[in-house]
Structures are given as C-alpha cells and as structure tokens.
C-alpha cells in the first residue's frame, strides 16, 4: 500500500518566515510532486521531480523552492513566507512511464501565514 | 487559462440516482485522463481513468465517458451513495508527460 506521508498537518507561520515542508514517500516512485489546493482554483503544480537533485518548474514557482537530495524525499521551501501563500499544500508521487500516469497524495498541510 | 474546465462547482443528488459530473478541456493534446476524490482534510485518491483509444471505462458503480471530438468528459456515479459525497477532479495528460493538469473541482453532495 503506498504511503505519502507530508511532515505537518496544520502549521502556521508568520509573514517573512522560512517555511519548510516536507513530505516522504516509501514505495520508491521516481517522480515527486508538490501542488497547492485553493478554492476555485483546483490543484496547480508549483514544483515536480523525476529523479534526485532534478526538478522541473510547474505552473506556480514563483515564491517557492524545492529541494531533493533521496528519492523518498522531496522538500517545499518558501523562503519569505506571504499571506498569498496561505493555502493548502499537497505532495503526491508517482512511478515514472508507468503508463497509468497515477499520482498518490500524501494528506496535505493546511499553511496559514499571518 | 485553464486548459481543464469543471464548470460545476458543486452538484446535489438523491442517494439512489445517477450522479454525473462533467469535465471539459481545450487542449487537444490532452489523451489520457484520469478521475480523483477527495475528501476533507485528506488528499485526492485516483479513482478512475480512460485513454484516448477508449471511449468508455467502467469500475463497480464508476463510469468515465469520453467524448473527443467535444474535448468533453463525465463521470457516471450509479447508484450513488452517502459515501460518495465529496470533491471530484479531473485531470488531463499526454503520452509521456508525467505531470497532470487538474480541473477546478465538483463538490458532490449526497442526500439521503
């Protein structure tokens, strides 16, 4: 049974903090992604991974960084936290050419940033 | 621009009916979709998916219709269930591109 598990459930963090957000997958899945959830707005892809220390921006990077240094793990940071970057945040894998193009989320961090 | 279109945010049906939620997408590039549900405070699991060389998969009570030459997809719920009520999401991808890109979400409720 996959697992993605994300560090934090709820955090809150005050304008102009570094914020970290971690998530771990454990079933060895290639690619890693990080997506925010706002209403209206569905799910939009800020940052994804297909390998160690590669990644590749998505539709919303601005304001975000992401590092990955082990396959199971990949990292959101927001290096100057911004109330606009209150949201929900949702990490997902996934294997790479599987030909199901399935992505498995971990269970999201709610950020507030006030 | 939103390539992926839910244009109902939400949607009421009787337990016992058809629940059908629509999707509709403008690129045509787009070959494989997929289905997810999620439900408050977890994240979105897969629920179901079609390729382009399909119009028509089907799951225990699930149902993805595609209609290419309309860009247009549904998902059929029959019957539907308390446990059925959620936020369902559509997402779209081409051959070989690993990234998804997802609808804005239907907010399905259930009545008893």
């Known amino acids: 049974d996959v697992k993605v598990t994300q560090s934090s459930r709820y955090l809150v963090k005050r304008t102009g903090e570094k914020v970290f957000l971690e998530c771990v997958q454990d079933?060895?899945?290639?690619?890693m992604f990080w997506y925010r959830q706002d209403p209206g707005l569905g799910l939009r892809l800020i940052y994804f991974?297909?390998?160690?220390?590669?990644?590749e921006k998505g539709d919303i990077p601005e304001g975000y960084s992401v590092s990955r240094e082990k396959k199971e793990r990949f990292s959101l940071i927001l290096e100057s936290a911004s109330t606009n970057q209150t949201s929900m945040y949702l990490c997902a894998s996934s294997f790479q050419t599987s030909g199901s193009y399935e992505q498995y989320f971990g269970p999201g961090t709610r950020l507030t940033v006030t | 621009d939103q390539q992926v279109k839910q244009n109902s945010p939400s949607l009421s049906v009787q337990e016992g009916r058809i629940s059908i939620l629509n999707c509709d997408y403008t690129?045509?590039?787009?070959?494989?979709f997929l289905w997810y549900k999620k439900y408050p405070a977890e994240g979105p699991t897969f629920l179901i998916s079609?390729?382009?060389?399909?119009d028509k998969n089907e799951d225990g009570r699930f149902t993805v219709f595609l209609n290419k030459s309309a860009k247009h997809l549904s998902l059929h719920i029959v019957p539907s269930q308390p446990g059925d009520s959620a936020v369902y999401f559509c997402a779209a991808t081409n051959f070989g591109n690993e990234k998804l890109t997802f609808g804005t979400g239907t907010r399905l409720t259930i009545i008893p």
């Open positions: 690129n045509s590039m787009f070959d494989y």
């Open positions: 991974s297909y390998d160690v220390k590669m990644k």
């Open positions: 079609i390729s382009s060389i399909k």
């Open positions: 079933m060895d899945h290639e690619n």
